[in-house]
């Protein structure tokens, strides 16, 4: 990698991930207080992951000019945080499975649409940066990721809407936690390889 080149591309890199911060902070609390309010298991896990997000762009805007070592040590703690947050979902699906609390399906349709119109934007922002590092390869990773879960709970939401049983909700709570598992062994497996090859170098 041409360490010139990323270093003449860091304001930008910076400021994007400045702007996906601030997406998914705002997004995070937006789908929290209506994941509680209309007791959604795949809402709340939605603004889970996507407060994990938040947490992964600010480790990348830490480890932006910082040594290939530190961005291999950040894109860990972002693999890491990926599987801390799918055993929160895990165990918040499991308590609504045992409650047997029935989520408001238009809430998760509307929510859903509005999510995946924010991940859409981020992965725009995202896309046209050159050299992308682990970090920033974590960042899209976690937006795809986002997109995938966002079209679950629309799906599950209309589900829920039509037949009024709160299980579609759950499954897709957990396939939320599965999507994320993946995810983080995913940024774990590049770290690895980034740092193999930061050693060979």
């Known amino acids: 990698m041409n360490d010139k080149a990323v270093d003449a591309t860091t304001p930008r890199k910076r400021r994007v991930l400045f702007q996906v911060l601030g997406l998914n902070l705002l997004l995070s609390l937006s ?52 599987l801390v947050f799918a055993i929160g979902v895990l165990s918040d699906a499991t308590r609504r499975f045992i409650t047997n609390t029935e989520p408001v399906g238009t809430v998760m349709i509307v929510m859903s649409v509005i999510s995946t119109a924010i991940n859409l934007l981020c992965l725009k922002l995202l896309k046209p940066l050159k050299n992308a590092d682990v970090n920033l390869r974590a960042a899209q990773t976690f937006s795809i990721n986002d997109f995938i879960s966002n079209l679950g709970i629309l799906v599950a939401g209309g589900l829920v809407a039509w037949i009024g049983q709160p299980w579609p909700d759950l499954v897709v709570g957990v396939a939320i936690a599965a999507i994320a598992v993946k995810g983080g062994i995913d940024i774990l497996r590049d770290a690895a390889r980034e740092s193999r090859f930061g050693a060979r170098r």
């Open 31 to 82: 789908l929290a207080v209506t994941g509680v309010l209309s007791d959604s298991s795949g809402l709340i896990a939605n603004a889970l992951d996507n407060l994990s997000d938040s947490a992964v762009y600010a480790i990348s805007l830490f480890a932006i000019s910082r040594s290939p070592r530190l961005k291999v040590i950040a894109a860990r703690v972002s693999g890491v945080l990926l």
